[in-house]
């Protein structure tokens, strides 16, 4: 897929991740929507990205805000590709110490973000991708959504988190099926522990140790490294319905 003078939108696109892939597809000739619901970082990376980028505040769980930004990417150019980085975490446990059972709702909005709003961006994009005129190999479009090393190691206290990764892997195959009609390839990408905002807060202490049970390379990977691989599957006609681990080899421990 050639993705110089067409459209992306990347969710979640104004930071960590999404700020990587975004700058990276611009870089590769793209213009890019970020669908994201900080608008003072998504505003900023779009003026300093310049006229082939635009910020759009939404909810990924909210069709009409998504098929808001899906109407700004095709201002653009014709939309071929969909990175999905929004998702949130929650620790708790099923059943804590003190015998009190998970949040219900918790483990409900973790779900409805990560999962739910990951699938509503991607039907609605691969819906408008469908009617794109086809590149060689018949694609119309990609769409890659991001999942965790998580949905297969889930950790003491990740239920929430883990499940809703894991559903997100699980849609790649079935998803990939669906669309293989329309000509639109379906990925994950699966993270291990990267530096992002989230682990920014962490002591630095504390992130030389979760950097030293990396076996190769023992440190935290990088955003433009995810955007490298998003990218890389963007232009690579023969991936399709994969979930593929960028982590440095880790396995994650119960805890």
Same mark, same amino acid.
């Given at each position: 897929?050639?993705?110089?003078?067409?459209?992306?939108?990347? $969710?979640?696109? *104004?930071?960590?991740?999404?700020?990587?892939? $975004?700058?990276?597809?611009?870089?590769?000739?793209?213009?890019?929507?970020?669908?994201?619901?900080?608008?003072?970082?998504?505003?900023?990376?779009?003026?300093?990205?310049?006229?082939?980028?635009?910020?759009?505040?939404?909810? =990924?769980?909210?069709?009409?805000? =998504?098929?808001?930004?899906?109407?700004?990417?095709?201002?653009?150019?014709?939309?071929?590709? /969909?990175?999905?980085?929004?998702?949130?975490?929650?620790?708790?446990?099923?059943?804590?110490?003190?015998?009190?059972?998970?949040?219900?709702?918790?483990?409900?909005? =973790?779900?409805?973000?990560?999962?739910?709003?990951?699938?509503?961006?991607?039907?609605?994009?691969?819906?408008?991708?469908?009617?794109?005129?086809?590149?060689?190999?018949?694609?119309?479009?990609?769409?890659?959504?991001?999942?965790?090393?998580?949905?297969?190691?889930?950790?003491?206290?990740?239920? *929430?988190? /883990?499940?809703?990764?894991?559903?997100?892997?699980?849609?790649?195959?079935?998803?990939?099926?669906?669309?293989?009609?329309?000509?639109?390839?379906? @990925?994950?990408?699966?993270?291990? $522990?990267?530096?992002?905002?989230?682990?920014?807060?962490?002591?630095?202490?504390?992130?030389?140790?979760? *950097?030293?049970?990396?076996?190769?390379?023992?440190?935290?990977?990088?955003?433009?490294?995810?955007?490298?691989?998003?990218?890389?599957?963007?232009?690579?006609?023969? @991936?399709?319905?994969?979930?593929?681990?960028?982590?440095? /080899?880790?396995?994650?421990?119960?805890?």
């Amino acid at each position: 897929m050639d993705i110089k003078g067409a459209s992306c939108i990347v $969710t979640g696109g *104004a930071s960590g991740l999404g700020e990587a892939t $975004t700058r990276r597809f611009v870089e590769a000739g793209a213009a890019v929507v970020i669908a994201d619901m900080n608008a003072e970082k998504g505003e900023a990376l779009a003026a300093e990205l310049g006229e082939r980028c635009r910020f759009v505040q939404t909810n =990924v769980a909210d069709g009409a805000q =998504v098929s808001a930004a899906i109407a700004a990417a095709q201002e653009l150019g014709p939309l071929r590709a /969909a990175v999905s980085c929004a998702g949130v975490g929650w620790a708790q446990r099923t059943v804590n110490r003190e015998g009190l059972p998970h949040e219900l709702d918790r483990f409900a909005r =973790v779900v409805q973000i990560n999962l739910i709003g990951t699938f509503n961006v991607m039907r609605l994009c691969a819906a408008a991708m469908a009617k794109n005129t086809p590149q060689p190999h018949g694609e119309r479009g990609v769409v890659i959504n991001t999942a965790s090393i998580a949905a297969f190691d889930g950790q003491i206290g990740q239920i *929430a988190y /883990a499940a809703s990764k894991a559903g997100v892997a699980g849609m790649t195959l079935p998803a990939a099926r669906d669309l293989s009609k329309a000509g639109v390839r379906v @990925l994950t990408i699966a993270p291990g $522990t990267f530096d992002t905002p989230m682990l920014g807060m962490l002591p630095e202490e504390a992130r030389q140790a979760l *950097a030293a049970g990396i076996p190769f390379p023992a440190e935290l990977g990088q955003p433009s490294q995810y955007a490298a691989l998003a990218l890389h599957m963007v232009e690579n006609p023969y @991936l399709n319905g994969e979930t593929v681990r960028i982590d440095g /080899a880790l396995r994650m421990p119960p805890k």
